[in-house]
């Protein structure tokens, strides 16, 4: 009789035991997961960031592009290749000049 009372004692604490590590490596891999997904969020941050700069970039040039249109300057400004292209109407010669470099 008293065996079969410390194999049920002995039966209940292993399963105790089982179920312990078990919600502990559980959580562990919940920890793992969380700072994965915070370190991808924080390049997404990082990504939003940067379109959020190409965004108002883009319409700060459509902008320039359509107040030079109203005040017929002879510049036309393209975004296709990263290139201001200078017309000028006197001479009629094109020139191109890469993004963000000031030309004369």
Do not use: H, W
């Not at 400004?77 to 000028?88: F, K, P, R």
């Amino acid at each position: 009789m008293k065996v079969s009372r410390y194999i049920c004692i002995l039966a209940i604490v292993l399963i105790m035991t089982i179920f312990t590590i078990a919600e502990g490596t559980r959580t562990i891999k919940i920890g793992y997961n969380i700072a994965e997904m915070e370190k991808e969020l924080k390049g997404l941050v990082e990504e939003n960031k940067s379109l959020e700069y190409r965004l108002n970039q883009s319409k700060t040039l459509e902008r320039i592009s359509k107040r030079v249109e109203d005040l017929e300057l002879g510049l036309v400004i393209t975004n296709d290749n990263g290139y201001i292209i200078l017309v000028n109407k006197a001479y009629g010669r094109v020139k191109k000049i890469p993004y963000g470099k000031v030309g004369a």
